[in-house]
């Protein structure tokens, strides 16, 4: 009748064993995950989405210039860097950009953008050939100046507004980009 008891209480010993054991390895799997969750945590927006020398904005990169080209010039130099001349979208981008060169966290000068009207009139963002919709235009402007304007630039002398000028003009320029691995400039 003993050893039977014995036994049993072997066995129950073993039991509690694995049992205490499997919860053991459950709570340090618990603090590996917390662990590894809390890095994640405090590596999150440590890393640079865009390239050195780019500013982060929503989910785009942008790039002033510190050098100044015509529109031609300053519309391929974007391109090899990995982006396009500016496309302004909306109202909130346009303050971004404009809060930017007036922090003086870039140059004060006028910077070249994307928009261009080579058909007259029709303003097209150089980078899809889309219709330009928002826009901040100085007033008066576009003027078409002795008809040789087709190329819009923030305008240093009217507080950033948007004006039309000769695209051989000599400017600073901003590129963008599309954030992400395949596309950092």
Known sequence: MIFPLL???GC??????????GKQEKAILSDIKSSIKTLEEKL????????????????HCYFFSTDK??????????RNLGGYLTQVNNSTEN???VSMITSKKVIK???WMGATDFTEGDWRWVNDLSKVQFTNWASNQPDNHQGKEDCAHFWHTFNYKWNDSKC???????????????CLP
């Not at 080209?69 to 974007?78: D, F, L, N, P």
């Not at 051989?168 to 691995?181: A, D, K, L, R, V």
């Open 7 to 9: 036994v049993i209480f």
């Open 12 to 21: 129950l010993l073993v039991v509690k064993s694995e049992t205490c054991f």
């Open 44 to 59: 999150e927006g440590t890393f640079p989405i865009c390239k050195e020398g780019w500013r982060e904005f929503k989910d």
């Open 69 to 78: 080209k015509t529109w031609q010039e300053a519309e391929v130099e974007c």
């Open 95 to 97: 303050s971004w950009i």
């Open 109 to 111: 000068q006028n910077y």
């Open 168 to 182: 051989s003009n000599i400017y600073g320029y901003i590129c963008e980009s599309p954030q992400g691995s395949n």
